[in-house]
């Protein structure tokens, strides 16, 4: 079983910058796919960034250029930089591991960012 803990959320104005991190309880990043993805109220979950197993990227539209993904060499923490805030960037960010070998998926509890206008 592996725990993912997302922190870093907040409040900010638009415009501002949040740094979102995922600490895993073990090392799983490693040659699986990791991603964040966000909720907003009466919407569903979409996909914000991932890590392919690989370690490709790929970014939804509407946060490239803005946001950036990474993880750090021990494998156990992700994180996601977001800058040039919205208020449309405003959801419950949640952060994803997706197992190449089985397909299982890990998630962690979520974090509320909040975008003032």
């Known amino acids: 079983q592996v725990q993912l803990v997302e922190s870093g959320g907040g409040l900010v104005q638009a415009g501002g910058s949040l740094r979102l991190s995922c600490a895993a309880s073990?090392?799983?990043?490693?040659?699986?796919?990791m991603g964040w993805y966000r909720q907003a109220p009466g919407k569903q979950r979409e996909l914000v960034a991932v890590?392919?197993?690989?370690?490709?990227?790929n970014y939804a539209d509407s946060v490239k250029g803005r946001f950036t993904i990474s993880r750090d060499n021990a494998q156990t923490t992700s994180y996601l930089q977001m800058s040039s805030l919205k208020p449309e960037d405003t959801a419950v960010y949640y952060c994803?591991?997706?197992?190449?070998?089985?397909?299982?998926?890990?998630w962690g509890q979520g974090t509320q960012v909040t975008v003032s206008s």
């Open positions: 994803n591991v997706k197992l190449t070998t089985t397909g299982y998926e890990y």
């Open positions: 073990r090392r799983i990043f490693l040659k699986n796919a």
């Open positions: 890590v392919e197993s690989g370690g490709s990227t």
